[in-house]
């Protein structure tokens, strides 16, 4: 058996960034443990055509066109599309609310972003099938950034906070996870998500962070580290950062934890493909990545309305 006091910082560094595809994974699919009972808040659900301009809207970032096919751009995808749907929430109620996402409209709008019809679902994400047909909602608890952020202990206080919540209701079959295979990633990874999810989401003038993310997990199924992984268990996220740069690359930086606790960057090009670290040669890129480095410790008000 391998000990885990013997794993090196390149091995750990490793197994971080395997986890990866499962952080950026929780675009439209969830998976984490279920926060204390709260009170039940009124939702203003989101039309499908308010759904689609969001996500037409979040197609036309600097930089150029992305795939959001690709699992690894889900992340980038999914915060746009909040944020272009808080900001117009904000003009009209700025004392904040509650936005619902039905299942249905985000299934068939995120197809017609992607520019697929009706019969070409197998195409889209496994991940994002799956959530369709477990029902998976999704509520966004917006409001003035102080009506989510109790205290900034370090840091900067973010232009848009909000609590997000990822559910599908309970099924007669009584499931409470689904696991998939991501087999477009090296190696290969198992992602499991569960019936509830909730994080908080902050965009900053230079960045995006989901933060206090609760209970996303992955390993890898092939190679060494997958062994090592049949050992030590799933890792959680805890918070994922991102930055775009001038020519569409994502630089992410992500936290997990699973015994021990490693912080890793990846840059992520277009298409989905990536490389962990940043390229050579781009200054810009490091300039986006310190940014990401810089500490960030948050105090939240305890979620309320769930």
């Not at 750990?12 to 929780?26: C, M, S, T, Y």
């Not at 889209?124 to 003035?144: F, K, S, T």
């Not at 997990?217 to 997958?226: F, I, N």
């Not at 959680?236 to 001038?246: E, G």
Request: charged letters at 20%; aromatic letters at 8%; a neutral charge.
């Amino acid at each position: 058996m391998i000990k885990l006091c013997t794993i090196r910082h390149g091995v750990r560094a490793k197994l971080l960034r395997l986890l990866l595809p499962a952080v950026v994974g929780i675009a439209f699919v969830g998976s984490a443990t279920l926060p204390m009972a709260a009170q039940s808040c009124p939702s203003d659900t989101t039309s499908a055509s308010a759904l689609r301009d969001a996500m037409h809207q979040a197609l036309l970032t600097p930089g150029g066109p992305y795939s959001i096919l690709a699992t690894t751009n889900s992340v980038r995808f999914q915060s746009a599309v909040f944020q272009s749907l808080i900001e117009r929430a904000l003009e009209e109620r700025p004392g904040g609310g509650m936005l619902f996402f039905p299942y249905v409209a985000l299934w068939w709008e995120s197809l017609y972003a992607a520019g697929l019809g009706e019969g070409e679902g197998d195409k889209a994400p496994i991940g994002r099938r799956l959530a369709y047909e477990y029902h998976q909602n999704i509520e966004v608890l917006y409001g003035p950034p102080d009506s989510v952020i109790k205290k900034v202990k370090h840091g900067s206080t973010p232009l848009i906070a909000a609590n997000v919540r990822l559910a599908w209701p309970d099924r007669p079959d009584k499931l409470r996870k689904f696991s998939f295979e991501d087999t477009l990633s090296v190696p290969e990874l198992k992602v499991t998500n569960h019936q509830l999810m909730t994080f908080r989401f902050l965009v900053f003038s230079d960045m995006v962070v989901l933060d206090d993310i609760e209970g996303i997990s992955g390993r890898p199924l092939t190679g060494a580290l997958g062994t090592l992984f049949k050992i030590i268990g799933e890792g959680n996220a805890d918070y994922a950062r991102f930055s775009i740069s001038t020519d569409g690359r994502q630089v992410l930086r992500t936290r997990a934890t699973k015994v021990i606790s490693k912080t890793v960057t990846a840059t992520i090009n277009a298409d989905g493909s990536g490389q962990s670290g940043i390229p050579e040669g781009r200054t810009d890129m490091l300039a986006l990545e310190e940014r990401l480095e810089q500490p960030l410790d948050l105090e939240y008000f305890p979620y309320r309305c769930w």
